[in-house]
């Protein structure tokens, strides 16, 4: 039986990983550890099965006894690492909850890891800690530039990628300096079911949906890298199997639209699953707004690496992932209407307009 921690397990992709883990693996114990902040929500796991191998807690990975205690309570073999402060806009206006979530969080997981794991060098053969980060550590490409990958310096240039940033160099330090064994992926934008609509693909729908503007960030001509978020839980699941101790993974969607792309694609797909709608065509709701500062132009990442060492590349294209997301929203009003009234989402919509 494995055990297997999983923190930031309520957010978008950690509750898409355990959901997708359950479907691949059977005797396992998954302990889920979020604090519920306004990102997560027991919602993104109503739908797991009721079979005893989710074990929800909430807690802080802040809190350094918490995590440390779970950790000697329970024998993991793996770790999982999601729990962030995940948004961009938000880290530009409020950027000390990233500092403490995603370096101090990292970083407690990891003494919590040395401490337990490290006093049973014998066991360390069947230990994992995996980090989960993001391709914004490495900066901002300019068109023409060649994609990240693995090498890639890294250059920061929001709150919220500097704090990942710090993150990935204590796990890279840890495995440096104690052998620890861990793996890092540095995956693009993720899309799909349970997004927070305060990113760009659900905010786009469920405003479209409403008939309220559909803000574009500056020319609209910033481009990210998209991955379905069910190949991101693959690319992981690999890793876990197969990856090599110490190694940084790039993952990516192989497409790199432009982001007024993705919203035209969008109202073009609401027009045709709402043609009724009085909203018809979406995109007259298309408003440019003031742009993000210091807004990163464009990512690509190369994902060369990972399919010559594990196989994997993602599965779904870009047009049927988006069009199966918009579906995804449209046939979970309960959802979008638990996530709507919940934390600070309308405070969050009506000072990000205010502010434009
Ligand atoms: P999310 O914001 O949807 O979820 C984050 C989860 O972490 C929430 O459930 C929240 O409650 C939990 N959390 C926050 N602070 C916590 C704390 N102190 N203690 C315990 N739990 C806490 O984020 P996401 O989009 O699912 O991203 C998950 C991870 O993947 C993050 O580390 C992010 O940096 C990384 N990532 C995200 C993307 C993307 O496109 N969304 C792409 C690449 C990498
Ligand atoms: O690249 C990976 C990263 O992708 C992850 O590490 C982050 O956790 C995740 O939030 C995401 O960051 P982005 O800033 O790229 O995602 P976001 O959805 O916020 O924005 C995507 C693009 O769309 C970006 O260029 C900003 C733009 N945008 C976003 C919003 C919310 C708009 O034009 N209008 C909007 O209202």
């Excluded at 710090?166 to 934008?189: G, K």
């Amino acid at each position: 039986m494995r055990n297997i921690l999983v923190t930031g397990g309520a957010g978008f992709i950690g509750s898409n990983f355990i959901r997708f883990l359950l479907a691949k693996e059977a005797p396992l114990n998954i302990y889920n550890l979020d604090l519920l902040t306004y990102a997560g929500s027991l919602e993104n796991l109503k739908d797991l099965p009721e079979d005893g191998r989710h074990h929800f807690i909430q807690g802080d990975i802040c809190d350094s006894d918490l995590v440390k205690n779970l950790m000697k309570e329970i024998d993991f073999d793996t770790v999982v690492h999601f729990a962030a402060e995940s948004h961009v806009d938000r880290s530009i206006f409020n950027p000390g909850q990233f500092i403490q979530t995603n370096i101090v969080g990292t970083f407690n997981l990891l003494e919590a890891a040395r401490t337990v794991w490290l006093a049973e060098p014998a066991v360390l053969n069947n230990k994992r800690f995996h980090h989960v980060s993001t391709d914004e550590v490495f900066g901002a490409l300019q068109p023409g530039d060649p994609a990240f990958n693995e090498n890639t310096p890294y250059s920061p240039r929001s709150p919220y990628s500097a704090s990942k940033a710090s993150s990935d160099h204590l796990v890279r330090a840890y495995y440096h300096t104690y052998h620890l064994p861990v793996t890092i992926s540095n995956c693009t934008n993720n899309y799909g079911p349970y997004q927070f609509p305060e990113k760009l693909i659900p905010l786009m729908i469920l405003n479209a949906l409403e008939g309220k503007p559909l803000p574009v960030y500056g020319d609209g001509l910033q481009v990210r890298d998209w991955l379905y978020v069910e190949d991101h839980c693959e690319a992981i699941y690999r890793i876990l199997q197969n990856g090599k101790i110490g190694q940084t993974y790039a993952i990516g969607g192989n497409n790199q639209p432009g982001n007024i792309e993705i919203i035209e694609t969008i109202c073009a797909i609401l027009d045709q699953l709402q043609p009724d709608s009085i909203h018809v065509p979406h995109n007259k709701l298309i408003k440019y707004v003031t742009d993000r500062p210091g807004h990163d132009r464009r990512y690509a990442m190369n994902i060369d690496f990972i399919h010559q060492e594990l196989g994997w590349s993602p599965a779904k294209d870009l047009k049927s992932g988006l069009y199966e997301t918009v579906l995804w929203y449209l046939n979970h009003p309960d959802w979008v209407g638990a996530i709507r009234n919940r934390g600070d989402y309308a405070q969050w919509m009506q000072s990000n307009y205010t502010r434009r």
